[in-house]
């Protein structure tokens, strides 16, 4: 076949949505700039097992860089959901037809209404009617730490893997790159027995600092085109 013929028998269409790497990009900065408030003070945000007292005072007495956290990690999630729905659009345009990439899609979504959930949370802790019950202040503390530890953790297990999975399988992900979402995505699901082990606490900023990793790798890996043969050029 000559390559006139071969280059009329194929055409190459992109895929229609927003850079995958500008998003996975925007999210990590957003987040991370985020706890610049909260680590650059005097006093340093609080773990859930730490005594209850140290917890109250923190929020009592640190406004001003707890609004900034929430506030910057707050359009971090934005920047998330838009990830995770472009990359399963990306991946079904691409044509994975599997149940990885609806997987991801739960995991992604459940993963930003929990961390959405969780910012929302902490800007309520720091309002003087609320700030001032030790009690209320205290049970939003710990709401809110469910909601964005092992409630961020466990569903972004989901979202990693069926990314993962599904892209490995098709080839559409270098191995390092599948490998590595793969542990994370490990590590995102037994991050659940956190409930009854305090001290797998660990596993949750596992999850998420080199989450970023992977997050921008995919967004700048997953291939954004696919060649196609002209019959299918309206498909």
């Known amino acids: ?8 028998s194929t055409a190459t269409r992109k895929h ?4 995958l790497w500008l998003l996975a990009i925007l999210y990590t900065v957003l987040f991370n700039a985020g ?5 650059a003070s005097a006093a340093r945000w609080p773990s859930p097992l730490e005594p209850a007292q140290v917890v109250i005072s923190y929020f009592q007495t640190n406004h001003a860089a707890v609004l900034a956290c929430m506030f910057l990690q707050l359009g971090s999630t934005i920047c998330l959901g838009l990830f995770c729905a472009a990359t399963v659009s990306r991946l079904q345009f691409l044509g994975v037809r599997a149940a990885g990439p609806w997987i991801a899609l739960f995991g992604g979504f459940l993963t930003v209404f929990d961390a959405f ?3 929302m949370i902490g800007w309520t802790m720091i309002h003087p009617g609320v700030a001032s019950q030790p009690s209320v202040l205290l049970a939003l503390y710990y709401l809110a730490y469910a909601f964005g530890g092992p409630g961020f953790s ?3 297990g989901l979202l990693i893997a069926g990314v993962s999975i ?3 399988l098709s080839k559409l992900l270098p191995k390092w790159i599948v490998f590595l979402g793969l542990v994370l995505a490990v590590a995102g699901e037994l991050s659940w027995f956190h409930f009854i082990i305090p001290k797998m606490l660990f ?4 999850v998420r600092f080199p989450g970023f990793i992977w997050i921008i790798a995919v967004g700048f890996a997953l291939p954004r085109t696919r060649t196609i043969s002209p019959s299918m050029a309206s498909v």
């Open 16 to 19: 229609a949505g927003p850079p």
């Open 154 to 156: 466990m569903p972004m």
């Open 35 to 39: 706890l610049y408030p909260v680590m």
């Open 1 to 8: 076949m000559s390559a006139q013929a071969i280059e009329l």
């Open 117 to 119: 959930a969780a910012s």
């Open 203 to 206: 596993l949750i900023p596992l």
């Open 166 to 168: 599904s892209a490995g």
